[in-house]
Each structure stands twice: as C-alpha cells, then as structure tokens.
C-alpha cells in the first residue's frame, strides 16, 4: 500500500481506524462534502478464556484445554473465527493450527470458499460524506443492517451535500453545484416555512396530534425536493463475510464512481483493522487515478 494511502487512515494504533471528511462550505454558508468519511465504531472482544470449563469436559489425553495456552495473539475478529471454525472439527488439541499458522488457516477458509465462519466477526461503522444516491445503492446488500438519518425527521439545519468527484476540479461544473445546493437548502427553508403556515392555519393533510408528527408532516413533504446529492449519513453493520462481498461488488472498476470511493475507504480501514481476514485484497490504480481492489477469493 502507498505511503499516500497508508497516511489517509487514521487511529490505526487505538484499533479503531477511520476516514475522516472535512465539511466544506459555499459563500451563502450551505455546508457540503467532497469524500465519504468512514469511521470504524466497533469490532469483535472475545473471551476466550471461558471455554476452559468446555475444553476439561473431554478425555484428558485429547490434551483439549491447552487450547487456551497458545503463545501468539490474534486479533479478537481473527480469533472468534477461528475458534468457530476449529469447533466444527474439534481441533482443540496438539495437532490443531496455533495461531502462528492463521494465516495459512484463513487463506484455506477462503479458498475453500468456508466463509461462514467469518459471519462472527462483525465491524461497525459510521459513513457520511455520502449521497443519497449511494446510500440507495447500499441498502441493497441485505446482510448489513442499518440506521440513517431520517430526513422525516431532521430540520434543514443539518442539512448537507455531496460533490462529485466529477464536480470538483471543474471550475463551470462546480459553480452550477453551488449554485444548485444553494437553492436546493433555500427553497427546502421556504417550502418548510410554507408548509408551517399552511399547518397552523389548519390545512388537512399536514395536521397531527403530536408536535413531533406536526414537524415530519412538514419535513417529510418539504424533502421531496432534494437532490440525489444530498448527504445521508449512516451507521453500518456487517460481518466480515458480508464486508468482503461489499467491497469485492463495490471497490471494483465497475461499480459507480462514489460507492467505489466508499468502498475502498471501508477496505483500507478494514484491513488496517483485521489483517488476517482482508489481507488478501490488492489495489489496482485505475486509468482515472482512483482505486478498486482484487482477490483470487471473491465471494467466500
Ligand atoms: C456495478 C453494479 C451495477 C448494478 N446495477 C444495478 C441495476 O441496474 N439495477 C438494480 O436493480 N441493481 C443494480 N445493482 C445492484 C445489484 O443487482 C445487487 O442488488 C447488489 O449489488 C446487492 O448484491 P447481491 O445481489 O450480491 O446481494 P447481497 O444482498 O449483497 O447478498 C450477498 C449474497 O447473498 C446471497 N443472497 C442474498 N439474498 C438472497 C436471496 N434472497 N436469495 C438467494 N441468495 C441471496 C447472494 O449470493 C448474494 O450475492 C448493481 C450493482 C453493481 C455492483
């Protein structure tokens, strides 16, 4: 990996690495972002010391609870998984793979195409800096689980875009974006006003019993008129098994071009997160100077 894309990931030393995305804004103060910041939230513990009471339950001579005395760590991911995997044989005793060997154990896993056991290990993340747009294409892998901001809802005061890349270094696409953003949140706070008014002087369909009803009854008609641009932010879980075959869909050259940068952005914090489980991934420098990467082991 690149000095340059190495240097993007932050916190890899507390375990917890991330992507962040600066929020920009226009000279009306619109605030909009240029990249998908990724945030790993959280990643698997595992008490392994527990299954000790497990392991003396069997016939001493398997020697089963020496399990616990293997000499080299592993990441805690890396670890349930193994041991999920090693419970399906019982190779509990001397003759099992030590954890000096799991890299050889999870290269086998994925080319024999056994990535079951990688659902244990789940990583959540918090992802902004993204459009509307992505999102929808996101929610389409069902074995993530979700929570995203609710345009229902939030007030305009939260408010965001996102600008293409294809936007960003040309000086008539990107004026037409500000200008578009502008408008877009100045007519989001008219119609919202409008609406208001309408519902306090007692229109029909915008009336409701509760003051947060009256507020999404608002909010939930002035939204039609955002852009596909505009940010949704979320918080995304999945275990690894489901992360790979994100990326492996997503970070690729013909996936579309903002989910791709989303994707890799989740690979490389991923991988700075779990070595052993995506460490089989190589980044390609596409023709246009993004990235997508590669595995012989799609889909385990
Ligand atoms: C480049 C690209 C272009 C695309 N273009 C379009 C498009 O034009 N229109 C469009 O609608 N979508 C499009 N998609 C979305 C695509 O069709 C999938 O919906 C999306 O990528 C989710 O992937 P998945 O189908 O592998 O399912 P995931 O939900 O990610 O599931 C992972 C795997 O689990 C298994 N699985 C999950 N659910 C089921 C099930 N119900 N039955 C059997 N097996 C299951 C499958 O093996 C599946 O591959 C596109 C995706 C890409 C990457």
Same mark, same amino acid.
């Given at each position: 990996? &690149? ?13 917890? *690495? ?27 513990? $595992? ?8 392991? +003396? ?6 020697? %089963?609870?020496?399990?616990?005395? =293997?000499?080299?760590?592993?990441? *805690? ?28 154990? %999870?290269?086998?896993?994925?080319? &024999?195409?056994?990535?079951? /056991? ?28 979700? &929570? +995203?901001?609710? +345009? ?29 953003? =502008?408008?877009?949140?100045? +007519?989001?706070?008219? /119609? ?87 460490? =089989?991934?190589?980044? $390609?420098?596409?023709? =246009?100077? !993004?990235?997508?990467?590669? !595995?012989?082991?799609?889909? $385990?």
């Amino acid at each position: 990996m &690149s000095h340059e894309l190495r240097a993007a990931v932050r916190g890899v030393e507390t375990g917890y *690495p991330y992507i962040p995305a600066p929020a920009l804004t226009t000279g009306k103060g619109t605030p909009y972002l240029r990249s998908p910041g990724v945030h790993l939230l959280a990643r698997p513990a $595992v008490a392994l010391q527990s299954v000790g009471e497990f392991l +003396q339950g069997y016939d001493p001579a398997l020697e %089963f609870p020496q399990y616990l005395n =293997d000499p080299d760590e592993i990441s *805690p991911a890396a670890q349930l998984c193994k041991l999920a995997g090693q419970v399906c044989y019982a190779s509990f005793g001397p003759r099992r793979t030590y954890n000096r060997d799991a890299a050889r154990y %999870f290269q086998n896993i994925k080319e &024999s195409g056994h990535g079951s /056991v990688l659902e244990h290990a789940s990583f959540s993340f918090l992802i902004y800096g993204i459009s509307r747009s992505v999102t929808h294409e996101l929610v389409r892998h069902r074995h993530l689980g979700f &929570s +995203q901001l609710s +345009q229902r809802y939030v007030s305009g005061k939260v408010l965001r875009f996102v600008e293409r890349p294809e936007f960003q270094n040309d000086p008539e696409l990107h004026a037409m974006f500000v200008e578009r953003i =502008d408008l877009a949140a100045e +007519q989001y706070n008219r /119609v919202a006003e409008m609406l208001i008014e309408r519902q306090r002087s007692g229109v029909e369909i915008l009336s409701a019993e509760a003051r947060t009803d009256l507020r999404k009854k608002v909010q939930q008609a002035a939204r039609a008129l955002l852009p596909n641009e505009t940010e949704a932010p979320m918080v995304v879980t999945g275990n690894a098994r489901a992360w790979r075959h994100v990326i492996e869909m997503r970070a690729n050259e013909h996936a579309e071009t903002e989910i791709r940068a989303l994707a890799f952005n989740l690979y490389l914090c991923l991988s700075a997160a779990d070595d052993l489980l995506f460490n =089989d991934y190589e980044i $390609v420098t596409l023709p =246009d100077g !993004t990235h997508a990467v590669e !595995t012989p082991y799609r889909k $385990v």
